[in-house]
């Protein structure tokens, strides 16, 4: 199942700078390994905010909650989600 999740990052002003760079640093592995399992299939950055856009490939809404409350960002992130399915003129047949 496809979900949209949009995730925009609001990191406290006074987090001290050595803790806001581990968090980034130990979100960025998670990511990136999520992406080579496939189950994050794009990540795409907002232009001009601290934000993404990314498509997610999971079993269901409970795989996903279980997924983004462990991001080592989660607590600093409000996240929309909306769930996709296929779009009748698609021409492509890996989008479901
Ligand atoms: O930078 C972000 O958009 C937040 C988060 C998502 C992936 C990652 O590495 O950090």
């Known amino acids: 199942m496809l979900f949209k999740v949009a995730m925009t990052v ?4 006074d987090m001290p700078r050595a803790q806001a760079d581990e968090l980034k640093s130990t979100e960025r592995a998670v990511a ?3 992406q080579r399992d496939g189950t994050w299939r794009h990540l795409w950055r907002v232009a ?4 993404n856009v990314s498509i997610f490939d999971v079993a269901d809404a409970d ?7 462990a991001l080592p ?11 996709l399915c ?11």
């Open 86 to 96: 296929r779009h009748p003129s698609s021409i492509h047949d890996d989008d479901r």
């Open 32 to 34: 990136q390994q999520l």
């Open 48 to 51: 001009g905010r601290y934000a």
């Open 10 to 13: 609001r990191l406290p002003h």
């Open 73 to 83: 960002l989660f607590p600093y992130m409000d996240i929309e989600v909306e769930a």
């Open 63 to 69: 795989e996903l909650h279980a997924l983004l409350t």
